[in-house]
């Protein structure tokens, strides 16, 4: 997999670091779960997702597009292993919500 300096120089950040495609994604904390488990977030992103605070319920976290599209990909592996067509939806709409901030710059549960 990446080293520490390789995550580094792949991510685009401006001079004041800066992710230039970071999104805000928000979550539950079922989902956060979800994702933890099922997303394998590399280390940075685990520690933003695990360190992050609900308000009213809800995680905002910022992550780069580059890793929300990692952890996509992770979560389609991880879902055709999954027989729990309870958990399958689940990941679903985790998947949504994650989809929906690539694609607007801001995930927000569709909810």
């Known amino acids: 997999m ?7 120089e792949s991510s685009s950040e ?18 956060v779960g979800l994702l933890l488990k099922y997303g394998y977030p590399f280390s940075a992103e685990e520690r933003k997702l ?8 809800i995680h905002r ?10 952890m996509l990909g992770d979560l389609v592996r991880s879902a055709k292993e999954i027989r729990s067509h309870r958990l399958l939806d689940e990941l679903d709409e985790l998947y949504s919500v994650l989809e929906h901030s690539l694609n607007s710059g801001r ?5």
């Open 61 to 70: 976290v910022r992550m780069g597009s580059y890793w929300i599209e990692l």
């Open 107 to 111: 995930g927000t549960p569709l909810r």
């Open 14 to 31: 401006d001079g004041e670091g800066r992710d230039k495609d970071s999104r805000t994604v928000e979550l539950t904390t079922r989902e």
């Open 2 to 8: 990446f080293e520490e300096g390789d995550r580094k």
């Open 50 to 57: 695990r360190s992050g605070e609900a308000v009213d319920g």
